[in-house]
T-cell receptor, first 114, second 112 residues
Framework: EAGVTQSPTHLIKTRGQQATLRCSPI?????VYWYQQALGLGLQFLLW???????NRGNFPPRFSGRQFPNYSSELNVNALELEDSALYLC?????????????FGPGTRLTVL | DAKTTQPPSMDCAEGRAANLPCNHS???????VYWYRQIHSQGPQYIIH???NNETNEMASLIITEDRKSSTLILPHATLRDTAVYYC?????????????FGTGTSLTVIP
């Protein structure tokens, strides 16, 4: 069974640009979560999508947005990039919203803002 | 929002049991305790979770105190590959809020 995949592996942008990060969940999983992990810090919850809808978001400004497609893959968009947006962005998936399902994480996209 | 407290770092000799503590004194009755680990900036890996009973799987054991205010993750025979940051997470059982709130974790170093 293929795991969660993310692309690209690395992304380099300059301040003010936009970044788009992509995530493909495990087959059959309908929930996708996005986390940000800045250098030396723990994971900060960003966004949660399920069945194509945004279910919850963490304490991040509106320039962090995303969407989930009918095939349950997801995009994270970061507009007007700032230097402090440099981080490892992790995507996780789980089989739906109910119960106590663990989240399965992808390898991450490392975004560097110059 | 992390709701958990862990020591920032620990060492363990290879082959010995690694016991990683976690305090979650404000846990409520329907909140589960999850453990994940992250090896050198890879995606976190699920280890184990529990509500109030002790749990064991092929990776580890989870011991939860009777009052549920703390727990211990036990790696029975630590290997060098177990060197990682271990996160203890309390997650509310909800149908509408499934995100995990990670703290800063415990950096475990397994020493040869």
């Amino acid at each position: 069974e293929a795991g969660v995949t993310q692309s690209p592996t690395h992304l380099i942008k300059t301040r003010g640009q936009q970044a788009t990060l992509r995530c493909s969940p495990i087959s059959g999983h309908t929930s996708v979560y996005w986390y940000q992990q800045a250098l030396g810090l723990g994971l900060q919850f960003l966004l949660w999508y399920d069945e194509g809808e945004e279910r919850n978001r963490g304490n991040f400004p509106p320039r962090f947005s995303g969407r989930q497609f009918p095939n349950y893959s997801s995009e994270l968009n970061v507009n007007a990039l700032e230097l402090e947006d440099s981080a490892l962005y992790l995507c996780a998936s789980s089989p739906g919203t109910g119960g106590y399902n663990e989240q399965f994480f992808g390898p991450g996209t490392r975004l560097t803002v110059l | 929002d992390a709701k958990t407290t862990q020591p920032p770092s620990m060492d363990c000799a290879e082959g010995r049991a690694a016991n990683l503590p976690c305090n979650h004194s404000t846990i409520s009755g329907n909140e589960y305790v999850y453990w994940y680990r992250q090896i050198h900036s890879q995606g976190p890996q699920y280890i184990i979770h529990g509500l109030k009973n002790n749990e064991t799987n092929e990776m580890a054991s989870l011991i939860i105190t009777e009052d549920r205010k703390s727990s211990t993750l036990i790696l029975p025979h630590a290997t060098l590959r177990d060197t990682a940051v271990y996160y203890c997470i309390v997650r509310l059982r909800l149908n509408t809020g499934n995100q995990f709130y990670f703290g800063t974790g415990t950096s475990l170093t397994v020493i040869p």
